[in-house]
């Protein structure tokens, strides 16, 4: 497809290089000319510099041939004028980022009256990321299918587990326990396992079941997965505000640290239920003094990378709760997931996760739509949730005579309301939502799962 995408911020440089690598044609746009000869050079795209917002730029970029126009400049009403102007300009489908909570109650307004294909909203869906993360707290991340009712969660295989030496395909036998292993993460390697595959310590395993199946598999290795009662968090910006309505509406107390005056009267307006805290939360004696060592759980959310990282690395010396940090800037993500800082949230990823996972669906055949699509350690593996249509050519075949690629596994079909594990014997049928996971990636359908 043809995809011109306005603004060529972190968020936009990461989107260039992903739709480039799904072998899409790369128009970029941006007034910085620097940037978008970076851009271009970098990922074989176009380049226009200019305002996204005039007619003539996206002339320029091609809107008349443009399938799909994306803006993620800095300015939200930049954002709609480009999207309007493109509407216009190319009668393309065109996705915005809008950020401003203020917009935030209107999205379903604005997106119906300016015929936008999507909003996206970074700091809030980073926000309900994080919430599901503390309602789970074992969890590393979590991910949701079917509209909530199947979860991919990674957890880390602590010392002493009982998982550690243990064979996949004893799980089922040895614990009881309905879930499938579909991922592990070994260092640096991602390992699509089969039965034999034995699970070590220190190992990252992803599983895929039902909320109250998975519940009982942490209970069953004896991790604690009850949600977290308080939390304190670092940073009164737009995520800080966002999580914590989520929270306070959970029954989750709520500690916010912030060191602008201003925004701590305005958060204790929006908030009145918080306990909003004025002073730095670099400040050692504060956070001794608020109580981070007897915290559940533990967030820094500032907007400085650094900082986020030295305030997990102090409270995780400091408490046993969930820790969380979020980190914007993605160059040196490997460092970064290399030190114990919890659950880590990229803003940025997020962002790109469910822009990616619309392009694709715009690619549907007439076998299955991709309803659902996240990356597994960044780029290395892929879940994808499928609607199974009616021109299916794997309707009605049982599972174990489906000639599937290598290093891929089928993890649940969910059907009239019922969350299957798949078997050997089990047929995929019209209107089923399955999940596959795999290290092939770029999967458009169901039936690019088969070797052939």
Do not use: W
């Not at 003539?56 to 993620?72: D, F, N, P, R, Y």
């Not at 119906?112 to 969890?139: D, K, Q, V």
């Not at 350690?377 to 599937?404: R, T």
């Amino acid at each position: 497809m043809n995809i011109i995408i306005v603004g060529c911020g972190k968020v936009g440089c990461t989107l260039a290089e992903q739709l480039s690598q799904e072998g899409h044609d790369i128009s970029v746009i941006d007034i910085n000319e620097q940037l978008v000869e970076d851009i271009s050079c970098s990922f074989d795209a176009m380049g226009v510099a200019g305002n996204g917002a005039s007619y003539s730029t996206q002339m320029e970029a091609g809107i008349e041939k443009a399938h799909l126009l994306i803006a993620v400049t800095g300015s939200d009403e930049l954002n709609l004028l480009c999207c309007l102007i493109a509407r216009k300009a190319g009668n393309c489908k065109t996705i915005a980022r809008v950020r401003n909570p203020i917009y935030n109650e209107e999205v379903g307004f604005i997106k119906g009256e300016l015929g936008l294909s999507m909003i996206i909203n970074p700091e809030y869906e980073t926000a309900c990321e994080i919430s599901r993360l503390l309602r789970f707290p074992s969890a590393i991340d979590i991910n949701l299918f079917n509209k909530g009712r199947v979860e991919l969660l990674n957890f880390k295989v602590e010392e002493s587990s009982v998982l550690h030496d243990m064979k996949i395909k004893e799980i089922h036998s040895k614990l009881k326990c309905d879930i499938l292993v579909c991922v592990i993460e070994r260092g640096e390697e991602v390992i699509i396992p089969n039965g034999e595959f034995i699970i070590k310590e220190h190992d990252i395993v992803s599983v895929i079941a039902s909320h109250k199946k998975a519940t009982e598999f942490f209970v069953k290795i004896g991790v604690v997965n009850n949600p977290v009662k308080d939390t304190m968090l670092i940073g009164g910006g737009d995520i800080s505000y966002y999580l914590s309505q989520q929270l306070l509406k959970n029954g989750i107390n709520v500690k916010i640290v912030e060191e602008n005056r201003k925004r701590c009267e305005e958060l204790t307006e929006l908030l009145p239920k918080a306990m909003i805290i004025h002073g730095d939360g670099t400040d050692k004696e504060l956070l001794m003094e608020e109580g981070i060592t007897e915290t559940e759980s533990f967030a820094s959310l500032t907007g400085i990378d650094e900082e986020n990282v030295l305030l997990s690395l102090y409270a995780r010396s400091k408490t046993r709760g969930k820790i969380i940090t979020k980190v914007n800037r993605i160059k040196f993500d490997e460092v970064i997931d290399s030190l114990n800082l919890g659950s880590i949230v990229y803003p940025k990823y997020i962002t790109s996760q469910y822009i990616l996972q619309y392009v694709r669906a715009m690619n549907n055949s007439i076998g299955s739509n991709v309803e659902t699509l996240y990356k597994i350690k960044k780029d290395k593996a892929e879940a994808l949730e499928f609607c199974v249509n009616e021109g299916s050519k794997l309707i009605g075949v049982s599972l174990e005579k489906l000639d599937l690629k290598p290093n891929l596994i089928i993890c649940s079909i969910y059907r009239n309301g019922e969350i299957i594990t798949p078997k050997g014997q089990d047929c995929i049928q019209k209107g089923d939502h399955v999940v596959v996971v795999t290290t092939n990636m770029r999967l458009h359908d169901l039936s690019d799962i088969l070797r052939s």
